[in-house]
């Protein structure tokens, strides 16, 4: 054993403990409604979390005897329905939270016969009630659902209703989702097993012959998948773009999509449904990201180039590999030569006009942003998602919604005015006027940049001569104190972690930073983990830094596995800052948890938890302190630590989805699940893409 536990250890416990998918709330001190007017619970410090806003409400989530149990409050911090246990809420949608007022039986489920709803307005007003079960509403559509027959509540069969919950179809699907993207009045519904789409009133658009539909970034075309597995792509409205005969089809993506043929060749189709190269790759293309491509060369299908939307080679297929999706930045390639990585800036920038960065990074706009009365135009997503802000876009409306855990930003297509609201500051919604209103051209929605960056709390500076907005920002427009940072006051870190999929091992080479410490007990570490939704059974495992001066293997590395209190560590393993090794962390027969080294196992120990449930993994690189961290006072420093091959279950861990950006909390109570830099100017990244952790 290489480290006594001491205090460092429970500081290193809440760096390593993850709490939930969201920030952490005060403690609500006013009463909120339960059913029939009770007195709603009180929760300790740190309980009550919260989660998605949905027109001007968010939902918010407690854990209670081991389980997470919602409600949902308003955007000054007012607690409208209270997290409990069998307790009213179902969901909010547009501005609308939906109750259950019901009967219930013995077990505290809902009795079919004697179902009942109600409906809140953001304001906490009760503004209608329906008899039946109503499971999701809008203000002007809702889905119903009703037991299939009278000696059984399961299985639910569900129907579409008016506003005022009359149902509009018979009970005859067994799901239907909401596509708010699309349109109010378009839903997925499935019958007999099979997927079609239909609008508010029933009208079928697409007939219930699919046997999946996926949604896409791109949200005007739903994937088609039939059994056999062929794919296609349609519109909303039913119109088949792609026919369903392919092996396989991405979403659009600059208004391209790749196919794959039976013969296993790939192709670009746009989205007037034209195969526009014809099936001349004899490998998978990417879909396009900023702009670009990455292909096979033709005559080697082991190197990579890139191309742009016109299919012109701006990067020469001499590349071995790349690096795609979490972990990466907008505006740059990670390309591979030869196992070693190198970070390209997107050549794409080059040839605009106007360029936007924010943090140091190109942000793409597929085309050049228009600028009107003197102010640039953005994308919606582009900038609002840059800026660490969830992005929501009203159709019928036309309303723009963002949001962070901060403030909540509304503004309308053609309005000269919008509205910002800090939450949680007891102050109503301020009005602002806008020099030039949201435009939608093309079919792309854009907002007037300055406007939005510096009421996300960002600094905008323009270069008339380079004609350049360079846009700095705090992580999250937060302000960073010893709460926000890192939710806690542990130390800094990095932080890659994938959703929550059924992942049983992750792997891959790892080089050892020197480190230089600035304070006696800090210690660094570079590690995988596996984080479970239900917190139960987390666990981490890969090298700690051997900080203890007393030791003669002082300043090495040795390997930990870490499951709660429990810690192991290999025996007699020390390893050189700057060496390179392959560590790889298993799950083995939902029982033991493994660690190895360069092809040998070091560790194993009876896992805490019996059988993992959709494990999420992650990469982490960081510095614990001995000292309470306040954002600014991590004196030590780690440089050069590089996490390369990566896999999850053998699959490059970047094509993975990544779990949503982690968002800081309020009170010292640890991090939340997702990928983040704790404080992004302690983190460093080079070219090579090796990391460093100290303060500039």
């Known amino acids: 054993m290489y480290c006594k536990k001491t205090a460092l250890a429970a500081v290193l416990a809440l760096l390593f403990t993850t709490y939930g998918a969201s920030a952490v709330l005060a403690a609500e001190e006013d009463a909120a409604t339960g059913l029939a007017g009770e007195a709603a619970p009180r929760y300790a410090t740190g309980q009550l979390q919260g989660g998605y806003w949905n027109g001007g409400l968010r939902d918010v989530y407690a854990r209670i005897d081991g389980g997470y149990v919602h409600g949902c409050m308003d955007e000054e911090g007012k607690l409208l329905v209270a997290p409990k246990q069998k307790g009213p809420y179902i969901g909010i949608t547009n501005g609308f939270a939906l109750l259950y007022e019901g009967g219930r039986d013995e077990n505290g489920d809902p009795i079919p016969d004697e179902a009942k709803c109600a409906v809140l307005n953001a304001a906490g007003e009760r503004i209608r009630s329906f008899a039946g079960y109503i499971t999701w509403y809008d203000g002007y559509h809702g889905i119903a659902a009703a037991a299939a027959s009278k000696d059984a509540i399961y299985p639910l069969r569900y129907a579409l209703t008016d506003e005022v919950g009359n149902p509009v179809t018979a ?38 012959e699919y046997h999946r539909l996926n949604r896409y970034a791109e949200t005007t075309h739903v994937g088609l998948e039939m059994r056999g597995d062929l794919q296609g792509l349609a519109t909303y409205d039913g119109a088949i773009v792609i026919p369903v005969e392919y092996r396989m089809v991405t979403g659009f993506s600059d208004g391209l999509a790749a196919v794959m043929n039976d013969e296993g060749k790939w192709a670009y189709f746009n989205t007037a449904g034209e195969n526009v190269t014809g099936f001349v790759y004899d490998s998978q293309v990417m879909p396009f990201r900023e702009g670009l491509a990455l292909y096979p060369d033709p005559d080697d299908a082991g190197k990579y180039g890139a191309m742009d939307t016109n299919f012109r080679t701006v990067l020469q297929p001499e590349y071995t590999g790349y690096r795609w999706g979490s972990g990466t930045r907008p505006g740059k390639l990670y390309m591979l030569r ?192 596996f984080d479970q939704i239900d917190d139960k059974g987390n666990a981490e495992g890969g090298f700690q830094y051997i900080e203890d001066e007393s030791r003669p293997d002082f300043g090495k590395w040795t390997v930990f596995l870490r499951q709660g209190d429990a810690w192991h560590w290999g025996e007699n393993i020390v390893l050189e800052p700057g060496s390179t090794h392959h560590l790889k962390f298993f799950i083995e027969n939902e029982a033991d948890l493994v660690v190895e080294l360069d092809g040998h196992e ?44 990566l896999k999850a279950d053998g699959e490059d861990f970047d094509r993975l989805s990544r779990q949503p950006e982690w968002r800081p909390g309020v009170g010292s109570v640890g991090m939340q699940f997702g990928s983040a830099d704790c404080v992004p100017a302690y983190v460093h990244t080079a070219e090579d893409g090796s990391v460093s952790l100290y303060k500039q």
Request: hydrophobic residues 35%.
């Open 602 to 645: 070091v560790i194993r120990k009876p896992s805490a938890a019996v059988g993992f449930v959709q494990p999420s993994v992650k990469y982490v690189i960081a510095m614990a302190m001995s000292k309470p961290f306040d954002g600014t006072n991590c004196l030590s420093r780690l440089d050069n630590a590089k996490v390369t091959n």
């Open 171 to 208: 009970f005859e699907f067994d799901n239907i989702i909401h596509i708010q993207e699309s349109s109010r009045d378009v839903f997925w519904a499935q019958k007999d097993e099979l997927w079609g789409c239909v609008k508010a009133d029933g009208t079928v658009l697409l007939p219930f």
């Open 338 to 529: 030869d196992g070693v990585e190198e970070v390209i800036e997107n050549p794409l920038q080059y040839t605009r006009d106007i360029k936007i960065y924010v943090n140091g990074d190109w942000i793409y706009t597929g085309t050049e942003p228009p600028i009107e009365s003197g102010r640039i135009l953005m994308p919606l997503r582009g900038i609002g998602e840059a800026l660490g802000y969830n992005v929501q876009w009203h159709p019928d409306s036309r309303e723009i919604t963002l949001a962070n855990e901060t403030r909540v930003i509304r503004m309308t297509v053609g309005n000269s005015s919008a509205t910002v609201n800090v939450f949680g500051d007891g102050i109503p919604a301020e009005t602002a006027a806008l020099d030039v209103p949201p435009r939608i051209v093309n079919g792309r929605t854009y907002i007037p940049l300055r406007f939005v960056a510096e009421n996300c709390g960002a600094q905008v500076d323009w270069d008339e001569t380079e004609k350049t907005a360079r846009i700095e920002s705090a992580p999250f427009g937060v302000e960073l104190t010893a709460d926000t940072v890192n939710g806690g006051r542990t130390g800094v870190f990095l932080r890659r972690q994938t959703s929550f999929y059924d992942i049983e091992s992750i792997e891959g080479d790892v080089t050892l930073p020197t480190v230089s410490l600035g304070e006696k007990g800090d210690c660094p570490y570079v590690y995988f983990g």
